[in-house]
């Protein structure tokens, strides 16, 4: 049986993932041409139809999808193989996808010092849509917020989270300053996404009929620290995203009353790849990060 080119299916593998002859030859370094060269060679070893004329465009067939699936198991297979052999024993390319707040206000704080400690590896960093996403076919593991409920997939608890009013000092002066609970009222409330982080937190300050459904919503935790920051209003946050902001005196903390999320970080991958050397390696510079960072 003839094996088709290892170039030939990375151009498929390429074209799958990114829906376009430009995207795949702009990964793979080649001309247009070149990549619909390979993929034309690939048809023709295989005696079908990979790809069909859609308008202007093409995309691949339903048989040429299953097949560019089973092709990208099988690279990622030999792409492990090179790893485990490799000299190093921890090197080759890996994706992380991770909540968006996480990834700025924590990992890409430290990031550096994973590097460092290994230089063969290139790593990629995704954001999800969604905090508790872990479906993202391009990454190989997930740094995921939820409780813990994915089926089929591996899911090791890296922290868990209580929240906290936070805000700027310039808006603490402002408003002369919180006495009690009740006063955060007098701001404007920051919400990701929804409410129920407030409401949780003004019910267990006994807050009598507080309307949470004022305020500004923010799809993302970034945006929410940006306003915080800036004097906009009053956020909920956690210690360890706003640690930075905290001891800098960008954001102070005036009250001692937290919650505890009913969410918690996660680190997720599949069954299969629990045991990479490149995610084993992460995940233990990822926890003692952390653990430094509870001290």
Known sequence: MRIPSTQALRAL??????????RAADELHLTRSAVSHQLRLLERDLGF?????IGKGVALTPRGQRYASDVRKALTVLGDAVTHHAGTGVGGSFSVSCTPGFASLFLCTHIGEFRQMYPDVALHILTPRRLDDVSNPDADAFIAFGVG??????????????????????????????SKPADVLRANLLHLGDTEDWARWLAL??????????????SDMNLVFSAAIAGQGIAMGDELTSRRALSEGRLVRPFDIAIKSPRSYFLVSEHAKASHPVLEAFGGWLRSKLSENRL
């Not at 593998?13 to 430009?22: C, I, K, T």
């Not at 139809?49 to 004329?53: F, V």
């Not at 608890?157 to 929240?163: D, K, R, T």
């Open 205 to 218: 300050s006994k807050v009598e009929n507080p309307d949470t459904e004022g305020g500004i919503f923010f």
């Open 13 to 22: 593998d390429s074209f799958a993932r990114h829906g376009s002859v430009w």
């Open 49 to 53: 139809d990979l790809l069909e004329r």
């Open 149 to 178: 409920n994915w089926p089929n997939r591996a899911a090791e608890l890296l922290c868990e989270i209580s929240f906290t009013p936070l805000c700027s000092p310039t808006l603490l002066n402002k408003v002369g300053g919180f």
